[in-house]
C-alpha cells in the first residue's frame, strides 16, 4: 500500500515536471515571465533583500507563472473544444488572461515595496 502510494507521488511528481518543460519550451510568456524572474533574483542578491523581502519576491514570481501556466492551459481546452472563433471563448480566455493581470498587480505592488526603496 506504501509502494503504491510512493509510486503514485514520483509519477506525480514526474508528469508535473513534464508539463512545465513543455511550458518553458513552447509558451512565450512563460519564458518572459522566467527571464524576468531570472533578473529580479540577480537584483535582490544585488540588492542584499532580507529573508521577508526574499519571501515575497519568491511568492510574487510563483504566484504569476502559476496564473500564466493556468491562462496557458485554458486556452489550449478552450481553443481545443472550439478552435474557430467564439465570443464565449474569447470570454473565457479574457478572463483568465484577467487572472495574470491580478498576479501582476501583486508582483507590482512587490516590486514598488521591496526594490524602489532601496534604489534610493
Known sequence: DMI???SGRLKAIYYSLKGALYL???EHSIQAQ???A???VIAGNYLDLSITEWLFVLLAISLVLTAESLNSA????ADF?????NK???L???VSAGAVFFAFLFALAVVCLVYIPKLS
Request: glycine letters at 0%; proline letters at 4%.
Open 92 to 94: 473565457i480566455k479574457d
Open 74 to 77: 485554458i486556452e489550449k481546452v
Open 34 to 36: 522566467i527571464f524576468i
Open 81 to 85: 473544444i472550439h478552435p474557430d472563433f
Open 88 to 90: 464565449k471563448i474569447k
Open 38 to 40: 531570472i533578473l529580479f
Open 4 to 6: 503504491k502510494f510512493i
Open 24 to 26: 518553458i519550451k513552447t
